[in-house]
């Protein structure tokens, strides 16, 4: 069945969202009110790096099925469905910020059909259905939370083979129109109360925040008495009830959700009167660690950082994005700069002469970024930096020194190369 659906906010969320309805055979207007992304929408371009996406961007306007479109009231006109996927930042409380998700539903409330269904896709508190009710103020249109799954670099696979559908409404036959949109997706469905569906996001998230801490925590342990991470992962990965995945040590977690969801979990807590002091453990875990990157650069460079060039492989906050938001590589590059060191940079989705923060030279390729460096530090896993040549590497350095807070280059190469080396949860 195919259903007419508009979608607020072309981000990473909304795009994705959106395509892959009409890619389900819905008929979708995405609404963005950023003049310049509707155009390069409308000319084929697509905004963000997401594999996948610009295929089924394609196919979705070819089929007649997909448009772009800055005008809200036109675009919401006629939907059954209006899907919000604004953005919701970390206010300076720590709480998320919900002005961006009142003012849509203020721009849309006089235009919906009525029996309408806005279902809420962005990360909001527990009890904003009833904020975006309250801000729609129509009794006859059905406001529903169905929190999004996705993540960034992965987000169209994600939403095409979710793990599993969570729809939080009031009423059974409002909640059974929401999860017939996603009957194509075999997916397991559960339907609940809003504020259960609000929760269950923050808590995905928040957990994932903890786990990635919790190995990190590991890895210092694992440090301080000579053992090796990568092997501790994968005996704890043995036991099937804690498994492998995300406990990769690193730089610490960054991003566009991590951070402000946790932030957001914490102050939710607070509010009704519970002091989460696990999760602001697992944050300042996330801190120390960006402050222990800076240490092993200290360590292999030489001290004080103040006046050495230090090398940069890495600025994106995982990964196969573009994504700078939150990015622990920009959080330990400003740290570098702070100490007075030349941070010099290469990222394979960030443009040489790039300003993503002051005092950092981005350039376009990975050995010139290493020339006469005092270090090099690896702060995102691209595949590519597994591969570089380390004899040019080696050149290009002006001392034989590496920090991978990744684990991704090969450490028996750089020994045999006599590099001095640090790696994560590594003797
Ligand atoms: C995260 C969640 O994984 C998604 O499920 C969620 O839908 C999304 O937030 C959201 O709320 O929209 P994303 O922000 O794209 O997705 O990033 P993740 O893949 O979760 O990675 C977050 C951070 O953790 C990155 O900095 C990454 O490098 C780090 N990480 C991840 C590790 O250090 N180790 C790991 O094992 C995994």
Request: a negative charge; glycine letters at 8%.
């Amino acid at each position: 069945m195919s259903n007419r659906i508009a979608v607020v906010g072309t981000g990473y969320v909304g795009l994705t969202t959106g395509t892959c309805l009409a890619h389900l055979g819905h008929d979708v207007t995405c609404i963005d009110n950023d003049p310049a992304k509707i155009e390069l929408l409308e000319s084929g371009g697509i905004p963000i790096l997401e594999p996948g996406l610009p295929e089924l961007v394609a196919e979705g306007v070819a089929a007649g099925r997909l448009r772009f479109t800055g005008d809200i009231v036109e675009g919401v006109q006629g939907r059954e469905f209006v899907l919000l996927c604004v953005p919701t930042p970390q206010g300076s409380d720590g709480s998320a910020d919900l002005s961006y998700i009142e003012s849509a539903a203020r721009s849309i409330r006089d235009h919906l059909e009525p029996n309408a269904i806005v279902i809420n896709k962005s990360t909001v508190p527990v009890g904003s259905t009833r904020v975006v009710a309250n801000a729609l103020g129509r009794e006859d249109v059905h406001v529903v939370s169905n929190p999004e799954f996705l993540r960034e670099g992965s987000a169209v696979s994600d939403f095409l083979n979710p793990e599993r559908v969570v729809i939080g409404a009031d009423d059974q036959a409002v909640a059974i129109r929401v999860a017939a949109l996603h009957l194509r997706l075999a997916a397991p469905l559960l339907v609940t109360d809003p504020a259960t569906a609000e929760l269950t996001k923050y808590a995905s998230n928040a957990f994932l925040a903890l786990k990635i801490s919790y190995i990190n925590a590991i890895a210092a342990v694992a440090e301080a008495v000579g053992a090796d991470i990568d092997d501790v992962v994968t005996g704890l990965g043995l036991d099937s009830r804690i498994g492998q995945s995300f406990l990769r040590p690193g730089p610490g977690w960054g991003g566009s959700c991590l951070p402000k969801d946790t932030s957001a979990l914490i102050r939710i807590a607070a509010d009704a009167g519970y002091d989460f002091s696990l999760m602001k453990d697992a944050v300042k875990v996330n801190r120390q660690q960006f402050e222990r990157v800076v240490d092993k650069v200290r360590r292999v460079a030489g001290e004080p950082l103040e006046g050495r060039t230090i090398a940069v492989w890495g600025l994106t906050f995982k990964a196969g994005t573009d994504d700078l938001r939150d990015s622990p590589a920009i959080e330990v590059a400003r740290q570098l700069v702070a100490e007075g060191a030349k941070v010099r940079a290469y990222d394979p989705e960030v443009a040489a002469g790039a300003d993503v923060l002051e005092g950092v030279e981005v350039v376009d390729d990975p050995y010139a970024c290493c020339d006469g460096a005092d270090a090099l530090v690896v702060l995102t896993e691209w595949p590519e930096f597994s591969r570089m040549d380390l004899d040019r590497v080696a050149a290009a350095l002006a001392q034989r020194a590496v920090v991978d807070t990744r684990n991704v280059l090969d450490r028996a190469a750089l020994a045999r190369r006599e590099f001095t080396y640090q790696g994560i949860g590594r003797v």
